[in-house]
Antibody, heavy 119, light 107 residues
Framework: QLVQSGANVSQPGGSLRLSCAAS????????MHWVRQAPGKGLEWVSG????????HYADSVKGRFTISRDNAKRFLYLQMNGLRADDTALYYC??????????????WGQGTLVMVSS | SSGLTQDPAVSVALGQTVKITCQGD??????ATWYQQKAGQAPTLVMY???SRPTGISDRFSGSRSGNTVSLTISGAQAEDEADYYC??????????FGGGTKLTVL
């Protein structure tokens, strides 16, 4: 099970940190990802991290602004979001990969966290 | 290009068979997965590695690949199959890419 933190609101240029608590599986054996969905739009992959934090990947749209991290001891996945823009407004999902290294196969999803960026 | 292309909308009569396609150059080198997203819900994995069904997914769902195109086929479509369907894969740099999604209407 993946349980995400509550909704967040920020002004443009602000920062937020999303969290995702994992249970029911060996968290430190799997890569994890963040995927977002703007209102009325399709799914957009945001970032992925391998099982031991040794490898991370980012979509071009967030590179240099967002940082993915994980705490395997606490079984948490995080997304630090800086320099937020209006087009970052979306429902953000955390997702579990099939494998230890990022493969993009999402077999389990969190319930989503709404992020709204507005002045 | 690592983009994936899907038809925006497809319709099927109740009980009939429908094929949803996803096309992209990256599919020549990497496997695809399919997700079903019903209104107001998180996505659910319905097919991985082109033609493998996760536990609990109806055998009315099947998948295939031909060249740079993968397909999700729903046989005997039911009202509960009405949803948005997304394909995804990865590229050589390790990034993940989604198709734009296909809205399936069951008539």
């Amino acid at each position: 099970q993946l349980v995400q933190s509550g909704a967040n609101v920020s002004q443009p240029g602000g920062s937020l940190r999303l969290s995702c608590a994992a249970s029911g599986f060996s968290f430190d054996d799997y890569a994890m990802h963040w995927v977002r969905q703007a209102p009325g739009k399709g799914l957009e992959w945001v970032s992925g991290i391998n099982y031991n934090s040794g490898d991370t990947h980012y979509a071009d749209s967030v590179k240099g602004r967002f940082t993915i991290s994980r705490d395997n001891a606490k079984r948490f996945l995080y997304l630090q979001m800086n320099g937020l823009r209006a087009d970052d407004t979306a429902l953000y999902y955390c997702a579990k990969d099939f494998y230890a290294h990022s493969n993009g196969w999402f077999e389990r999803w969190g319930q989503g966290t709404l992020v709204m960026v507005s002045s | 290009s690592s983009g994936l292309t899907q038809d925006p909308a497809v319709s099927v009569a109740l009980g009939q068979t429908v094929k949803i396609t996803c096309q992209g150059d990256t599919l020549r080198g990497y496997h695809a997965t399919w997700y079903q997203q019903k209104a107001g819900q998180a996505p659910t994995l319905v097919m991985y590695s082109e033609n493998s069904r996760p536990t609990g997914i109806s055998d009315r769902f099947s998948g295939s690949r031909s060249g740079n195109t993968v397909s999700l086929t729903i046989s005997g479509a039911q009202a509960e199959d009405e949803a948005d369907y997304y394909c995804n894969s990865r590229d050589r740099s390790g990034n993940v890419v989604f198709g734009g999604g296909t809205k399936l209407t069951v008539l």
